[in-house]
């Protein structure tokens, strides 16, 4: 079986795979997990991959695709249960993968966009330890400083708040289209994740 993760940077796709995987043997499927994989790899598309991350780049649908492809073709000859989360990220890599594989559901978390910005714009990291905290859910003991070793936490770059926002746009551009695309299939369905005990509850229902 194979299943697809859609939702916004910070919807909680990250957890439900976790948990799809530790408590389901599902596989999980990340491209950002396959970058870091394939890029320690001496192939040709390693070196390929290398050179576009290093000068920043985006990487470009054909080599997703192609990496994607070559993981994909490994495990499902195996006949394993996988997820897949970040991957589609557009219609063109949605089209290249149906010819690939043959997807059988397709969840899109969806949380409210305000949750979102305090999940992600209330993220706050210790740059020492590197404990994570949140200024609206896991408070540090006191205010601004990690509760292990007293540094002062600092707050990433790409979790502020006009970034999340530019992020956020991006993504629905891209992301609405596969709402689309998948709700033709027949294989699409809506995910709140108020509360992921829930949300696990819905999948597993759906997936039986
Ligand atoms: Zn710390």
């Given at each position: 079986?194979?299943?697809?993760?859609?939702g916004?940077?910070?919807?909680?796709?990250g957890?439900?795979s976790?948990?799809l995987?530790?408590k389901?043997?599902?596989f999980?499927?990340?491209t950002?997990?396959?970058?870091?994989?394939?890029?320690?790899?001496s192939?040709?598309?390693?070196?390929?991959?290398?050179?576009?991350?290093?000068?920043?780049?985006l990487?470009?649908d054909?080599?997703?695709?192609?990496i994607?492809?070559?993981?994909?073709m490994?495990?499902?000859?195996?006949?394993?249960?996988?997820?897949l989360?970040?991957?589609?990220?557009?219609?063109?890599?949605?089209?290249f993968l149906?010819?690939?594989?043959?997807v059988?559901y397709?969840?899109?978390?969806?949380?409210?966009e305000q949750?979102?910005?305090?999940?992600?714009?209330g993220?706050?990291?210790?740059p020492v330890?590197?404990s994570?905290?949140?200024i609206y859910?896991?408070?540090?003991q006191?205010?601004?400083?990690?509760d292990y070793?007293?540094?002062?936490?600092v707050?990433r770059?790409?979790?502020?708040?006009?970034?999340?926002?530019?992020?956020f746009?991006?993504?629905l551009?891209?992301n609405?289209?596969?709402?689309?695309y998948?709700?033709?299939?027949?294989?699409?369905y809506?995910?709140?994740?108020?509360?992921?005990?829930?949300?696990?509850?819905?999948i597993?229902?759906?997936?039986?």
């Open positions: 079986m194979i299943i697809l993760l859609l916004a940077p910070g919807a909680g796709k957890s439900i976790n948990i995987k530790e389901y043997h599902f999980h499927i990340s950002g997990e396959i970058f870091r994989k394939v890029i320690n790899a192939t040709d598309i390693a070196k390929k991959l290398k050179s576009i991350m290093l000068s920043g780049g990487i470009d054909d080599t997703t695709n192609e994607v492809k070559n993981e994909l490994e495990l499902s000859n195996k006949n394993l249960n996988i997820v989360d970040g991957y589609p990220r557009n219609i063109n890599q949605a089209n149906s010819k690939i594989v043959k059988d397709v969840f899109d978390i969806l949380v409210d949750e979102i910005m305090k999940r992600i714009t993220r706050r990291t210790c330890c590197k994570i905290y949140n859910y896991h408070k540090p006191k205010e601004g400083v990690c070793d007293g540094s002062l936490l707050q770059n790409d979790d502020k708040e006009d970034v999340v926002v530019e992020r746009k991006t993504y551009a891209l609405t289209p596969l709402v689309e998948y709700k033709q299939q027949k294989i699409y809506p995910i709140v994740n108020e509360n992921l005990d829930k949300a696990i509850g819905e597993k229902k759906i997936i039986g």
